[in-house]
């Protein structure tokens, strides 16, 4: 699947390169791999892609390349991406529990799924460097909800049947509302995508 898009303008309020720079310097100084971001019509929401020795590409779907996206919500994914550096995939450790398994709605593991992307040290991880995601993830399904599935196997969100036009129609919410409508157990606790995801419009494959 190529991944890696053509980068588009930005339409964003704020620099995007500049925010990933300030992230990289703050939260992974020991991170020396060169990495650039850019924002285009990729099948997932975001995505890192290593493209040589050290150098990587973050990319940011086309939904969120509008002025009205808040900082926020950028922050958080260049965060989640940067971390997909610091924290490679890894094989399941005998005995761990496969959380890309639904044990909710009893699903049997017919074979391996090969290495996790998002091992629990990774949400971890993630809640130290982002204490802002589940603010931002709420954002981000409240926003696109209807246009998102989150495939629990693949680890990731999908932009479904998404034209610029259609885009453009879309009412994103105003940051501050969405984190007053956040209760305090809610903000606290919730650390894996598909935990965030349910409930929400966004339509949950496992
Ligand atoms: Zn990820």
């Given at each position: 699947m190529p991944a890696i898009s053509q980068g588009e303008l930005e339409?964003?309020?704020f620099n995007t390169t500049e925010i990933l720079r300030e992230i990289q310097r703050t939260l992974f100084p020991k991170l020396v791999s060169h990495v650039s971001c850019n924002y285009g019509r990729i099948p997932?929401?975001?995505?890192m892609n290593r493209v040589g020795d050290d150098r990587y590409v973050i990319s940011v779907h086309s939904l969120l390349?509008?002025?009205d996206t808040p900082e926020l919500v950028i922050r958080h994914l260049l965060i989640h991406e940067l971390l997909h550096i610091e924290i490679p995939p890894r094989a399941l450790r005998e005995g761990e529990v496969d959380p890309r398994i639904s044990r909710k709605r009893g699903e049997v593991p017919q074979e391996p799924l090969g290495?996790?992307?998002h091992p629990a040290e990774f949400w971890v991880r993630e809640r130290e460097l982002s204490p802002d995601?589940?603010?931002a993830m709420r954002w981000i399904f409240e926003a696109f909800g209807g246009r998102l599935?989150?495939?629990a196997k693949e680890e990731g969100i999908w932009v479904r049947k998404w034209r610029s036009e259609y885009g453009r129609g879309i009412k994103r919410p105003s940051i501050e509302k969405v984190?007053?409508?956040l209760k305090e157990e809610e903000l606290s606790g919730r650390d894996m995508l598909g935990d965030v995801a349910e409930g929400f419009e966004i339509e949950v494959v496992s």
């Open positions: 339409l964003v309020r997932t929401l975001g995505c390349n509008h002025p290495p996790i992307h995601r589940i603010v599935i989150y495939r984190r007053e409508g």
